[in-house]
């Protein structure tokens, strides 16, 4: 029979786009705080984790208000350049917006932020695709903390496992995640059974502005913001080296951020050079010592 043209799927998890009014919003409450409260502040998160958020951004519920979003959207609230700002000097908070950010808008004394701020530190689980911190293994014998229903999911984990009078037993030493290496859906669930925390939701605060002044802190700030805080420096007619920074390392592949910072340094490290291979004339073939390794000698 012919496909019925009435007969159309309907995704149920289809949702309507946020549209410009929506971003209007957000721009118009950031505005609105700003002219409200006296600080501005920027803070990166890692690992972050909305239920403990929720209990952190209590502390400021009376004096303060959080925003997280698109980036883009509040710069554009704040300006992006001195010429769109609306404050002096409030653009400068609006270029620290940069990957994983926040805003805080507060009232509340700059000591306490800081130290609020310095202070929390929450350990949960980690996720799928986030890297481990460290190695966890498991040794070969009893595994006592799983019960023997528990064995079928186990070795659906891919865990070496058998009962043993009915006891869950890992036959080998297993390797649940490595440092430095992304979790697998697999190795989360393990360590979730395991009760073995390796995320930490931390925030981390990156610059703060008031009327007077505009604070930068070392925290949350990586390589690629070096040029950002130099650029910024720079408008106050000083560049100042806050602490020992390495910009590259003999031996090891160049960032796109370190080749950027040693061009404003006027740093060359690379060097052009050309080498005679050899020489043939009519009469002889000569070989030059530059550019040749072993593998190009042919012996005669």
Known sequence: MPKSKRDR???????????????????????????????????????????????????????????????????????????????????????????????????????????????????????????????????????EQFTHEMEPFLRKQGMPVRLNKGTVELLSDFVVCQEGKPLSPESSRILRLLGIKLATFKLNLVCRWSPSDFELYREGLDLSDFLNIVLLLVLFGT???????????EGKPLSPESSRILRLLGIKLATFKLNLVCRWSPSDFELYREGLDLSDVETS
């Open 239 to 249: 560049v100042e080296v806050l602490s020992d920074f390495v910009v590259c390392e």
């Open 9 to 143: 799927p309907v995704t149920l998890s289809k949702t309507k786009k946020k549209g410009r009014e929506h971003k209007e919003t957000i721009v118009n409450g950031i505005r609105e705080a700003v002219e409200k409260y006296s600080s501005v502040y920027v803070f990166s998160f890692e690992n972050m984790r909305n239920i403990k958020f929720k209990e952190f951004r209590q502390q400021f519920r009376h004096n303060g208000r959080f925003f997280l979003g698109s980036n883009k959207v509040m710069q554009v609230a704040l300006g992006r350049s001195a010429s769109d700002e609306m404050h002096p000097g409030i653009f400068k908070v609006s270029k620290m917006l940069r990957g994983d950010a926040g805003l805080l808008v507060t009232d509340m004394p700059k000591e306490e932020v800081e130290s609020l701020f310095n202070a929390y530190e929450d350990s949960d689980f980690s996720r799928t695709g986030s890297t481990a911190v460290e190695t966890v293994e498991l040794k070969e014998g009893p595994l």
